[in-house]
T-cell receptor, first 113, second 115 residues
């Protein structure tokens, strides 16, 4: 399983765009990149997943450069309710290895007025 | 369309007692995963089950912990003779098939406190 490194914490203000970068230098060919969000006293919630280039959904965008050694989660126009811990996970989702999601300590995002 | 349901939300046990944590997966999901989260840490995989089968229990402590997912009813994570170090949040997730292409759906967790 590829190890991931992401900032421990980030601060932002309402209305700003937030970019959280995750490093995964040892990513394997079959690995996908997945981001989860976790609020206090709740289980993680799936945000977005991708393999290469760019993925966008109604919540966020995920940018993955050609070498796939890092990825950036982009949250447009954050609000107070986006204050949470964000986890970057890397793993093989197609052959069963993805059964074991490996969560690091995540990035604590704090959004203020 | 209820999500993953876990109960109880909070559980207090004295050292040496047994703890039973229940997880009802989303409708149509036959794959269940249990994770444990210690304070200020990320979630750690414990066990992966399908109906009536344990597929991967590599994250389960060798003693006192067991899990099942019977043909009928919820999945159960059982901790015998609890100790203070078992105090944590236990999360259950479910998926409709093997792999995580669309991500897992997690429950809100059971917070176990051992006193």
């Amino acid at each position: 399983l590829a190890k991931t490194t992401q900032p421990i914490s980030m601060d932002s203000y309402e209305g700003q765009e937030v970019n959280i970068t995750c490093s995964h230098n040892n990513i394997a060919t079959n690995d996908y990149i997945t981001w989860y969000q976790q609020f206090p006293s709740q289980g993680p919630r799936f945000i977005i997943q991708g393999y290469k280039t760019k993925v966008t959904n109604e919540v966020a965008s995920l940018f993955i450069p050609a070498d796939r050694k890092s990825s950036t989660l982009s949250l447009p126009r954050v609000s107070l309710s986006d204050t949470a811990v964000y986890y970057c996970l890397v793993g093989d989702i197609l052959t069963g290895g993805g059964n074991k999601l490996t969560f690091g300590t995540g990035t604590q995002l704090k959004v203020e007025l | 369309n209820a999500g993953v349901m876990q109960n109880p939300r909070h559980l207090v046990r004295r050292r040496g007692q047994e703890a039973r944590l229940r997880c009802s997966p989303m409708k149509g999901h036959s794959h269940v995963y249990w994770y444990r989260q210690l304070p200020e840490e990320g979630l750690k995989f414990m066990v992966y089950l399908q109906k009536e089968n344990i597929i991967d229990e590599s994250g389960m402590p060798k003693e006192r912990f067991s899990a099942e997912f019977p043909k009928e009813g919820p999945s159960i994570l059982r901790i015998q003779q609890v100790v203070r170090g078992d105090s944590a949040a236990y999360f259950c997730a479910s998926s409709p098939r093997q792999g995580t292409y669309y991500g897992y759906t997690f429950g809100s967790g059971t917070r176990l406190t051992v006193v």
